[in-house]
């Protein structure tokens, strides 16, 4: 089992940016993927960010591309996302999440979690 820290989340004015973090620890050795997600209110958790630790290859939803980065320490086993000109549609728990599985589609292909940090996004 993986363990995940999330950290970084806040309250911004649209156009601004945040980092968010994740530390991961435990069974590390069999992560593929790492990755960020979210949920707003009343809705559905979403796909934002996900980081291949095999190749460094990167996913975005298509909201976010040219906005936000991720990226990924793979010997300090963390994951970070950068977010840039965040807007309100961007307030949401966002989650970090780590992947055992050798590919994925969606997110039930990541099994451990981590808490949650709040970012919001004020107009």
């Known amino acids: 089992q993986v363990q995940l820290v999330e950290s970084g989340g806040g309250l911004v004015q649209a156009g601004g940016s945040l980092r968010l973090s994740c530390a991961a620890s435990?069974?590390?050795?069999?992560?593929?993927?790492m990755g960020w997600f979210r949920q707003a209110p009343g809705k559905e958790r979403e796909f934002v960010a996900v980081?291949?630790?095999?190749?460094?290859?990167?996913w975005y939803t298509d909201s976010v591309k040219g906005r936000f980065t991720i990226s990924g320490d793979i010997a300090k086993n963390t994951v970070i996302l950068q977010m840039n000109k965040l807007q309100p549609e961007d307030t949401a728990v966002y989650y970090c999440?780590?992947?055992?599985?050798?590919?994925?589609?969606?997110?039930?292909?990541?099994?451990?979690w981590g808490q949650g940090t709040q970012v919001t996004v004020s107009s």
């Open positions: 999440a780590a992947s055992s599985k050798l590919l994925w589609r969606t997110e039930l292909a990541f099994d451990s």
């Open positions: 980081f291949g630790r095999i190749g460094s290859n990167t």
């Open positions: 435990g069974r590390t050795d069999s992560t593929y993927h």
